[in-house]
């Protein structure tokens, strides 16, 4: 039998103790070798090493990483059995409903809720008047509250709520409400945001930047802007990006039941349960120890569900003054009412590049609608910048960004946070100039690529880079040489590329480098099950799949004896959350330093029993042995009670936090990360010109992710992200009349792809092996959804010669695009068109061999530890090893305007040039 | 004004006896309104709470149910009308502790991310695979149209429906995968295999 075999060569050893059978009390003998019977073998890991080394390396043990591993908790999904946050009954019940501002911006003069109070089965109604603390998700911007305390800032704005038996009795009341409005003046259209006005939707004191609404200013300029001033092409852009929601199939539930023990319990679909933590001490004016968040499963965020929510409060204080638990679920409409998606935005966006196509410059100014709230949009400014300034290396960045309150429900982060509009402005500008230069692409872009281990215009450290694999794999895989200006009318190929942070490199609420981002705690108990407890939130990326598989892997153990606990915040330690892509990277890193530390011990009592040195053992499939004899050694259960002896439980606990990196100037910590996330798509589409209807055919989707651990999320990752992304660029779009009313918040209207609008996706996983990622893997939840954008209008462009400017392509809005190109050509039919053609100018030998050379430079960087730093400037012919502002004295690294500037604007923004010169000097914005 | 008497906004309906075998369960002793609807019913006086509501209007699939096998949403349907028959929930697909095939392949191939809108693939597809065990991509496309999920973007749940229909002209049992993962001694199962 093959038990036998296995047990073969198996030595008893000097000093070797007994063993006995766990929970035997230690009378039973030892009985030989019963464990590797208990406990099942691992189905094996992928062991294949990606180039490169990391500093994990000697830690696989072949268990799972690298495996298709189905998540830990699908069991629970395919059987009905996984709770989300409407399915938290607790005996005894309420339901709450809450009252919504039907005016788009008014001033409460009074609200009467005696009327409702008095219906039979209405156990509570509350109002904002007692509840005025302010909290939000970040510290600086803190402007929401559990209920409207003086003005309703849009529609859908919470004004009251109310407990009551059932539902019908809750809605009752809710219309029994009386509210006495005093209408405002809303603004709907972000530009008029920019002027002062009366009353603005906020107050931020001495913070506001005069009588605007401008919730935020960036302005940024980096590098050397001679070159700029006589580019050799430049194409320029004005884009429009609707707003988008997220769309996720749960909407937002809470729970909240306050315990005999006077403690309160809220249960609710999180990805960031510990800010809804925080919020929920201040608003309820309780200390945190008395709070316990228990996460439910989370039927998707995609950053839809990372604030802390003003419903999730309203639960807690109607739980408080009923002494009932109260569960708040929302309709379809208040999700959309609720938003937080992905900013409107207008995008001007100028590029140039030089006679040796190289980028000198790229100008950007982005004027983003933040709606009532401001909740991530601080760092959404800077995002719509600094995260388009890799991975091309350029010759100098100037960004300017508003970001502006407008009386309609708050944007706010949404998978791909901030980059994914401007990325894809750049990603089409890039094409732009190639088709003025007369050169491929793809070549472009290999030729103007930052080396692995460099630094960005803006200071962000790049370690891993695997764009050049991305983008070499996806133009083999499409075909592209054959396609690419090839394809007959109508029909057409595109490239697009993306770039995203791996974890963000500032925790939103303390210094870094002085707590952790992630910490994990285990526990081994006799049983020999590991135990995680972690605060990182599934929501079904696979979050607990990830964490399961870093330490089954270090302790050579099934993934099957490890279980995860990360619901309730009682037993969790602090994680900040699943946003910005930081789990896997953080929360494993610290899942593996907490690991290490039991396999520490276990080798140390494999040591002792076998009296052999440590050093000489390693942990294999449930075995601790020596390396270079394998018979020499102990099964794992035996090591675990060895090490238990005289202590019990074995815990241990790791934290992550990210190394000290990054710039000094203002707003030099948006945009870093400890890694970076890189992606190249090819998308095919076919473009009825006489209809303006586009179908995506067919997309290659080429992701660096590092080390795919489990590659079947990984690969679920990307084709997700490319139907969401498919979704903002061919149909999806909040609509809004020009007052300001919201036309489609439902599913039926707000058209999310279905699968017959799905084009098959072929995904690539590229590694690149980060020398810091958990066993070197980066993210793969938010960068994947950034390059399908660009991808398909590039391909729309490949086939019908029309460049859009306006998301999503409707076939309304291309249709007048192609109207407008036959009228000016004179032509008498659409289909006679002119199809884009290319022929290559000289200058794609030039970058040609650049890429070549580069494609050697990056290689050997990559491999030599002793390798020099490399600044980007580099191909402008600066020193790669010193920075360009030291040797270089019309090198800019500005984040304020100079007087010059002022008077005469480089790129005619909006969100600066209208606003006044008298706020800009103040420099008064936080 | 606040003490006039209580009249409801909504109109409930009279409320009368229902039954129907739900999982093959028979459930005899429910009242339900005239105009309940059946996820109401389902999900808070049944308790079968794998039934999801995404949408309330019909969009989102997440609330199909199969009634006397056939593909339903449950939020458009009245309870009343489905009195006596059979339904079907994502929580009675499973043969005891012995999954149905599709919701092993779904684990096995990332059909399900959060898993919220899962229940009403599966049953979808569980009827689908009823009528027609080995479907092509045509006809697995037009069985999901009406599902929306928002994480897979499909594809992995396309490979699922494959999978399964491998398994089942294969003519093989699935194994009892609920209990892989709580089996104490799954590692002498594998062994002896
Ligand atoms: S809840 Fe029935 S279709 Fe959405
Ligand atoms: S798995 Fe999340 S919506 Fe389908």
């Known amino acids: ?926 | 004004m606040s003490n006039s008497p209580h009249v409801p906004m909504i109109p409930t309906g009279q409320k009368s006896s229902w039954d129907a075998v739900i999982n093959n369960r028979i459930f005899d002793d429910l009242n339900i309104e005239s105009n309940a609807i059946l996820l109401d019913v389902l999900r808070d006086s049944v308790g079968m709470l794998g039934v999801k509501r995404g949408c309330d209007l019909g969009t989102c699939g997440c609330c199909t149910v199969l009634i006397d096998g056939v593909p339903k949403l449950s939020c458009l349907t009245l309870a009343a009308e489905t009195k006596g028959k059979q339904i079907t929930t994502v929580e009675g697909l499973a043969n005891g502790s012995h999954l149905h095939p599709i919701q092993k392949t779904f684990t096995e191939c990332g059909g399900s991310q959060c898993g919220f809108c899962t229940p009403g693939f599966l049953v979808v597809i569980s009827a689908l695979l009823n009528e027609n065990s080995n479907p092509n991509d045509r006809e697995i496309k037009d069985a999901i149209e009406g599902n929306l999920c928002r994480c897979t973007g499909y594809q992995q749940i396309v490979d699922s429906v494959h999978a399964a229909a491998e398994i089942l002209n294969s003519n093989q049992s699935v194994k009892d995968n609920t209990c892989a993962q709580v089996d104490p001694h799954p590692g002498i199962d594998r062994t002896t295999e």
């Not at chain 1, 259209?189 to 002062?196: A, E, G, P, T, Y």
């Not at chain 1, 090591?639 to 992550?656: F, M, N, T, V």
Request: glycine share 8%.
């Open chain 1, 1 to 926: 039998m093959s038990k036998d075999k296995e047990i073969k060569g198996y030595r008893q050893q000097p000093g070797k103790i007994p063993f006995a059978k766990p929970g035997s009390g230690g009378r039973e003998p030892f009985s030989k070798l019963r464990d590797l019977e208990m406990i099942p073998k691992s189905e094996g890991g992928y062991r294949a090493q990606p180039k490169g080394k990391n500093r994990h390396d000697h830690l696989l043990t072949g268990s799972t990483i690298g495996r298709r591993t189905p998540l830990v908790d699908s069991n629970w999904k395919v059987t009905g059995q996984a709770k989300y946050g409407d399915d938290i009954r607790l005996p005894n019940e309420l339901i709450g409903r809450i009252l919504r501002s039907p005016h788009h911006y008014a001033r409460i003069r009074s609200i009467d809720t005696s009327e409702a109070e008095s219906i039979k089965g209405v156990l509570a109604v509350e109002t904002g008047q007692k509840h005025t603390d302010l909290f939000g998700v970040l510290p600086v911007t803190k402007d929401e509250h559990a209920m409207a305390v003086d003005k309703v800032r849009h529609v859908g704005d919470l004004v009251a709520c109310v407990a009551a038996e059932n539902e019908s009795v809750a809605l009752e009341a809710l219309r029994k409400i009386k509210v006495d409005y005093e209408v405002l003046n809303p603004i709907i259209d972000m530009k008029k945001s920019l002027k002062d006005v009366e009353e603005p939707i906020h107050n931020r004191g001495k913070y506001h930047i005069g009588r605007s609404n401008v919730q935020k200013r960036v302005f940024q300029e980096f590098g050397n802007f001679e070159s700029v001033k006589n580019p050799y092409v430049s194409s320029k852009s004005k884009w429009k990006y609707a707003g988008v929601n997220h769309g996720f199939t749960e909407p937002h539930a809470v729970v909240a039941d306050w315990e005999p023990s006077g403690r309160l319990t809220l249960y609710t679909p999180q990805q960031v349960p510990h800010y809804v933590h925080r919020s929920l001490a201040d608003v309820l004016k309780i200390p945190m120890h008395q709070i316990n968040v228990h996460r439910t499963f989370v039927g998707g965020g995609f950053g839809g569900k990372s604030d802390p929510f003003p419903h999730e409060m309203c639960a807690a204080i109607l739980a408080r003054k009923t002494g009932r638990p109260v569960r708040i679920t929302f309709d379809r409409d208040e999700v959309f009412y609720t938003n937080r998606g992905r900013h409107p935005s207008h995008i001007e966006m100028n590029l140039h590049a030089d006679k040796e196509g190289r980028i000198c410059g790229i100008e950007t100014d982005a004027l983003i609608d933040g709606g009532g709230f401001a909740s991530f949009g601080h760092v959404t400014t800077y995002y719509n910048g600094v995260l388009h300034t890799a991975p091309y290396e350029i010759g100098s960045f100037h960004y300017t960004g508003a970001r502006v309150w407008t009386n309609k429900p708050a944007s706010g982060a949404m998978r791909g946070h901030g980059a994914v509009n401007s990325r894809c402005a750049v990603e089409l500008g890039i094409d732009d100039i190639c088709e003025q230069l007369e050169v491929d692409p793809i070549t472009f872009r290999l030729a103007n690529l930052l080396p692995p281990h460099s630094s960005t215009i803006t200071g962000f450290r790049i370690t891993s880079i695997g764009m050049r694999d991305c983008l070499e794999k996806v133009r083999e895989a499409c075909d592209w040489e054959q396609k690419f200006r090839k394809l007959p009318f109508g029909h057409g190929i595109g490239i697009g590329c993306g770039f995203f942070i791996s974890g963000s490199g500032l925790p939103i609420h303390w210094d870094p480098n002085k707590f952790p981002h992630a910490t994990v705690h285990l526990k081994i108990d006799m049983d020999g099950g590991v135990t995680i407890h972690t605060g990182a939130a599934d929501i079904g990326q696979g979050s607990d799949t990830v964490v399961a598989q870093s330490v089954s892997e270090v302790l050579g153990l099934p993934i099957e004896m490890i279980r995860v606990k990360s619901r309730d915040s009682d037993t969790s330690p602090v994680d900040l959350g699943s946003y910005s892509s930081r789990v896997t990277f953080m929360n494993a890193n610290a899942a593996i330093s907490a690991a290490i530390k039991i396999r520490d011990e276990l080798i140390k009592a494999t040591a002792d029993i076998c009296n052999v040195e440590e050093k000489s053992l390693v942990i294999g499939d449930r075995r601790i042995y020596q390396k270079k004899d394998p018979a020499v050694g102990v099964s794992y259960l035996e090591a675990l009670h060895k090490a238990q002896e005289e202590r019990g439980a074995l815990i241990s606990s790791g934290a992550y936090r990210t190394p000290p990196m990054g710039g000094v100037h203002k707003g030099a910590a948006a945009g870093l990360a400890p890694a970076y996330s890189f992606s190249a798509y090819a998308a095919e589409v076919k473009v009825d010109a006489e209809t303006g209807i586009t179908e995506v055919v067919k997309v290659w989707a080429a992701h660096d992710c590092g080390r795919a651990l489990n590659p079947l999320s990984v690969e679920g990752q990307i084709i997700g992200s490319c139907h969401m992304g498919l979704g903002q660029v061919l149909t999806e779009e909040m609509r809004y009349t020009k007052k300001g009313n919201l036309l489609n918040p439902n599913l039926l209207e707000y058209k999310i792809p279905t699968i017959h609008e799905m084009p098959e996706v072929v995904p690539i996983i590229v590694e690149s092996n980060d020398p810091e990622g958990p066993f070197g893997a980066k993210e793969a939840g938010e960068g994947p959804l950034l390059p399908i954008l660009p991808a398909v209008c590039n391909a729309v462009y490949d086939a019908i010669g029309i460049r859009t400017n306006e998301l999503p392509i409707t076939p309304d809005k291309l249709y007048k695009l192609i109207e407008k190109k036959v009228r000016s050509l004179k032509l008498d039919s659409p289909l006679n068109l002119p199809n884009p053609k290319l022929n290559y100018s000289k200058l794609q030998n030039t970058l040609e061999d650049r890429a070549d050379n580069h494609k050697v430079r990056d290689q050997d960087r990559k491999l030599d530890p002793k390798r020099e730093p490399y600044y980007n400037g580099t191909i402008f012919g600066k020193v790669s090893t010193i920075p360009p502002e030291e040797q270089d004295e019309r090198w800019t690294l500005s984040v304020t305007p100079s007087e010059e500037y002022l008077a005469n604007p480089r790129l005619a923004g909006s969100a600066w040039k209208h606003v006044e010169v008298r706020h800009m000097k103040r420099g008064d914005e936080t």
